[in-house]
């Protein structure tokens, strides 16, 4: 069974930059894809990026594209996102999945985080 426990949220001014980290255990991540997925309070979890098991292919919202960026180490079972030109809107909890497709569909993952707050204030 695997463990993903994710670091690197808090709390940044619109504009600035956080690099969030999320370390597997249990199993191995280089066989699967992996990916973020992001909560505010009072809406629907949605799909921010995700990365195919090589690291060859990245699939981005469109709400992130262009300032966000996944990569993965697969030697030290960690995905990485960081986050850049930070606004009010991306503040949510971030949470790392693993599942076998990088696809933005929540079914496509079947492991997930505790989750890390990321705070953007104006």
């Known amino acids: 069974q695997v463990r993903l426990v994710e670091s690197g949220g808090g709390l940044v001014q619109a504009g600035g930059s956080l690099g969030l980290s999320c370390v597997a255990s249990?199993?191995?991540?280089?066989?699967?894809?992996m990916g973020w997925f992001r909560q505010a309070p009072g809406k629907e979890r949605e799909f921010v990026a995700a990365?195919?098991?090589?690291?060859?292919?990245?699939t981005y919202a469109d709400s992130v594209k262009g300032r966000f960026t996944i990569s993965r180490d697969n030697a030290k079972n960690t995905v990485y996102l960081q986050l850049n030109s930070l606004k009010p809107e991306d503040t949510a909890v971030y949470y790392c999945?693993?599942?076998?497709?990088?696809?933005?569909?929540?079914?496509?993952?079947?492991?997930w985080g505790q989750g890390t707050q990321v705070t953007v204030s104006s």
């Open positions: 999945v693993q599942g076998i497709s990088g696809s933005a569909a929540v079914r496509s993952y079947s492991a």
């Open positions: 249990g199993r191995t991540v280089s066989h699967y894809a």
């Open positions: 990365i195919n098991w090589s690291g060859s292919s990245t």
